[in-house]
């Protein structure tokens, strides 16, 4: 009989929420699996075309996080600690040991930080426009947020329908958005960055992104020379024409050259 893990979607408890999770199978080992980290309220979706163009041969596990998409549960805990610790939950529902991390945005974030903390268990990681030690956030920058997830939310009933916009209040979403751009500083993800010892390869965009103005983006970006310059196992595999919201399912072609990357190197 053979051991190879079937195609599966179903549900992951975890703490008081639920996440919905879609494992293709795959030929390969059975212990180990592409693991895909969404945007802070993008959805698995995303993915398709990438998974599409790396194939069937790859154990693709994606999942929306808690209250994203149409049927994550709410939570009393939107937290990014919360989230890393739904990587886990996710890897042990599917009793996967390994895990290549793919990451967009927030889930770039939620990829160094797991890379980081578990390098026996982390194959590599590919983080896509985001991972970025800077210090964008301020008093001014928290109000510029707060005001626009208020406007969005305005809309959010209607858009919920969609499975666009998660099931958070304005507030919860815009205390996650100032969440990482805490954890984001300069002092707090650098030491992360530096104690990556796995495989790690940034797909960076050009121009901006949902809220950004003028160069910002780009002076963010900017952060990862010393990075680079830092940490042997960190390099950008490419920078890409996209900007950062349409990057994952314009730029597929270079996310999935770079997870082939990493995972040469890997062995």
């Known amino acids: 009989m053979s051991n190879e893990p079937t195609p599966w979607t179903g549900m992951v408890t975890v703490d008081d929420t639920a996440l919905a999770v879609t494992d293709t199978g795959g030929t390969g080992d059975p212990r180990v699996a592409v693991v895909y980290l969404n945007g802070q309220f993008a959805t698995q979706g995303y993915w398709r075309r990438v998974i599409a163009e790396l194939g069937p041969d790859w154990r693709h596990i994606t999942y929306d996080e808690r209250a994203r998409g149409k049927k994550s549960g709410t939570s009393a805990d939107y937290s990014f600690e919360a989230a890393v610790r739904d990587i886990d939950a996710v890897l042990a529902a599917r009793g996967v040991e390994r895990a290549l991390l793919v990451g967009w945005s927030y889930g770039a974030f939620l990829g160094a930080h797991w890379a980081s903390r578990n390098p026996e268990r982390a194959i590599g990681a590919v983080l896509v426009d985001g991972a970025f030690p800077y210090d964008w956030l301020d008093d001014a920058m928290e109000q510029r947020i707060r005001k626009m997830f208020r406007r969005v939310g305005r809309l959010a009933p209607l ?26 500083r300069a002092r707090e993800l650098g030491p992360v960055l530096d104690r990556v010892t796995v495989p790690t390869r940034y797909v960076v965009a050009s121009g901006t992104s949902l809220g950004s103005r003028g160069d910002e983006q780009e002076r963010i970006r900017a952060s990862l020379d010393g990075v680079t310059a830092r940490n042997p196992h960190i390099r950008i595999s490419a920078k890409v024409a996209s900007n950062h919201d349409r990057i994952v399912s314009k730029e597929f072609r270079a996310i999935a050259d770079a997870v082939r990357e990493v995972d040469g190197l890997s062995g």
């Open 159 to 184: 858009l919920r329908l969609t499975g666009l916009v998660p099931r958070m209040t304005p507030e919860e979403m815009a205390a996650c958005n100032i969440e990482i751009g805490r954890i984001g």
